[in-house]
């Protein structure tokens, strides 16, 4: 009896605990998915920075570069067969359904990935490793998906919402999208 009195003590630790990496990875990941360029230094393209230095590119320089938004709003609305309007930042919408692609350096995606797939596993119906790109998987349910994309460009983190097609029209949602994604 005496353990169900610090119960909720427990409890508490616990649930602050699960709070913290997602945070922490939130906070490491929200500028990537922000593309205003206040305070961000380009370094230019990785053919310019190769040109500076007469050499190579570094794969690794490759690696840390976040990619542009892939997509427009006329793309978009193609894609998921409905008019969707460029909301900014990567975000698709029309007042209920939702496309939103966050991207990031493959860098940062691979120090990410494991932690989001198993948080997908439990958040979502069905997780289907995809057989594109260096990692990836898709994770839909009724009403919401989401999709991630490692590849050489990039990582690429797709999310839908309210589209109204049920698992199976959000899966049809984001592996159209990703086919759409250039390689």
Sequence with gaps: MASDALTPARTARTHRARLALP???LALLAPAGCDSGDGIVDGGSADTAAGEDGGG??????????????FTAAQVSELVDRKLRDEGNCSFGDGIAQLAVTTASATAG??????????????YEKVVDLDRGE?????????RGEAVLIDGKGTYT???SSFGGGTAGNEQILRRTLDAIPA
């Excluded at 320089?61 to 542009?68: E, I, M, N």
């Excluded at 998987?137 to 009403?143: G, N, R, T």
């Design 57 to 70: 590119v570094d794969a690794g320089a490759v690696d840390d570069v976040r990619p542009p938004c892939p």
């Design 135 to 143: 990692r990836g998987y898709l994770a839909v349910k009724d009403v």
């Design 158 to 160: 797709v999310t839908i």
């Design 110 to 123: 691979k120090a990410t990935y494991d932690y989001q797939h198993d948080q997908a596993g439990q958040q």
């Design 23 to 25: 945070l922490l990875l």
